[in-house]
């Protein structure tokens, strides 16, 4: 008995030796990024943001309650659509627009043309979101075009680390184009470990904004966490706002939903366009402090005074606990009860803010499939 017992134990060990090897190895690889450099520390070290080594939401966020989340995980939502949504092939000409031209490529993926530049928010054009494919949310459907076959971007926005929101090849690819990053502190590093010159990259902190040609950038606050290798806070959350001379949109990033939206509106509203998540949530308080319900996606947009709701962050991978088709929904009836204009274009399908763009329920069939089941 006392030989097996050992023998297990030694097994146990090897084991969890083993794991923790290879644990180790797969942490080092570049898809998880780097860490900061000092310059990147100091700018940490005096945010507002940060302490204790990591950086905070202020008021600090409930805590997830695990039990609701395991039994709503164990529930019958129809999370994975019956098939691909239907996709249009945006036409992208050579030159860029004097308004707004914006095209959804799924999740928080946004390709924006504003007043002569071309704008990129969260650039996830890969298939899977997380190295280790074998545990990676995969995309339900392909993005319209590929990143190879977009035209140089100027700029790019990130609002955080997450592997859904920040994809190293995509990163890759239109860095070796030209574009220029607008980063939280700390995520300088993972760009520059893959590639991206300093040069391309505008670290920055909540409330500070950088000119780019007759552009200005604001890095906003956003209610959420970070960090590529675990959920330890070592970089900085946030949302964007870009102005040009003529117009002003707003990117949230993932965002529970807090006082920030208003702060943000009274001192840039109205905003001609909120891009805006309204997916991935799920039930308990503690989600949906990082992770706001659609009602309050609709409420976001109206304390930041956009002008239009262009929805982002549903439909594109399987990350919460509700069915696929709640979030449009949801988005389109409280849009309709608050009175906040929206529009539902379908992913690779181009809105020019402005003009009378006529919505259609195009995942209704889809939906309807899914409830049969």
Same mark, same amino acid.
């Given at each position: 008995m006392k030989r097996v017992l050992k023998i297990s134990l030694l097994v146990i060990l090897v084991l969890g030796v083993v794991l923790y090897v290879t644990a180790r190895i797969i942490l080092a690889g570049d898809e998880f990024g780097g860490?900061?450099?000092?310059?990147? %520390?100091? &700018?940490?070290?005096?945010?507002? %943001?940060?302490?204790?080594?990591?950086? %905070?939401?202020?008021?600090?966020?409930?805590?997830?309650?695990?039990?609701?989340?395991?039994?709503?995980?164990?529930?019958?939502? #129809?999370?994975?659509?019956? $098939?691909?949504?239907?996709?249009?092939?945006?036409?992208?000409?050579?030159?860029?627009?004097?308004?707004?031209?914006?095209?959804?490529?799924?999740? =928080?993926?946004?390709?924006?043309?504003?007043? $002569? &530049?071309?704008?990129?928010?969260?650039?996830?054009?890969?298939?899977?979101?997380?190295?280790?494919?074998?545990? =990676?949310?995969?995309?339900?459907?392909?993005?319209?075009?590929?990143?190879?076959?977009?035209?140089?971007?100027?700029?790019?926005?990130?609002?955080?680390?997450?592997?859904?929101?920040?994809?190293?090849?995509?990163? #890759?690819?239109?860095?070796?184009?030209?574009?220029?990053?607008?980063?939280?502190?700390?995520? &300088? =590093?993972?760009?520059?470990?893959?590639?991206?010159?300093?040069? #391309?990259?505008?670290e920055m902190d909540w409330w500070e904004s950088v000119k780019f040609d007759d552009f200005i950038i604001h890095c906003t606050p956003a209610r959420h966490y970070s960090?590529?290798?675990?959920?330890?806070?070592?970089?900085?959350?946030?949302?964007?706002?870009?102005?040009?001379?003529?117009?002003?949109?707003?990117?949230? $990033?993932?965002s529970g939903y807090a006082s920030h939206f208003k702060e943000i509106g009274a001192q840039f509203g109205p905003i001609d366009v909120g891009f805006i998540k309204i997916g991935d949530y799920g039930l308990d308080l503690g989600w949906r402090d990082i992770h706001m319900h659609t009602e309050k996606s609709v409420q976001a947009a109206k304390d930041i005074g956009a002008r239009l709701l262009f929805p982002i962050h549903w439909g594109t991978f399987n990350l919460s606990n509700h069915d696929w088709y709640e979030p449009i929904n949801l988005a389109v009836a409280y849009s309709q009860k608050e009175n906040v204009s929206l529009v539902t274009p379908k992913i690779g399908q181009t809105i020019l803010y402005g003009d009378t763009f006529q919505n259609e329920q195009w995942w209704k069939e889809l939906e309807a499939i899914s409830k049969k089941r």
């Open positions: 860490k900061m450099d000092e310059l990147s %520390q100091h &700018k940490a070290n005096v945010s507002p %943001q940060y302490a204790d080594h990591h950086f %905070q939401n202020t008021p600090a966020v409930v805590d997830y309650d695990w039990m609701v989340n395991l039994r709503d995980m164990r529930g019958n939502q #129809q999370r994975v659509p019956p $098939g691909p949504f239907p996709i249009d092939t945006p036409e992208i000409s050579d030159s860029v627009v004097t308004g707004i031209r914006a095209t959804w490529f799924g999740h =928080a993926t946004v390709y924006i043309e504003m007043d $002569g &530049k071309r704008i990129m928010t969260d650039p996830m054009l890969s298939q899977y979101a997380f190295p280790i494919k074998i545990v =990676a949310p995969e995309r339900f459907n392909p993005t319209p075009l590929q990143a190879e076959e977009l035209p140089a971007i100027d700029m790019v926005t990130i609002s955080h680390d997450h592997f859904d929101h920040l994809d190293m090849r995509s990163v #890759q690819l239109l860095g070796e184009k030209g574009a220029h990053f607008f980063v939280g502190i700390g995520i &300088k =590093a993972h760009l520059v470990k893959w590639g991206i010159a300093e040069k #391309q990259i505008s960090g590529r290798t675990g959920m330890n806070n070592s970089t900085l959350w946030s949302s964007w706002l870009i102005e040009s001379p003529n117009h002003t949109i707003f990117h949230s $990033g993932d």
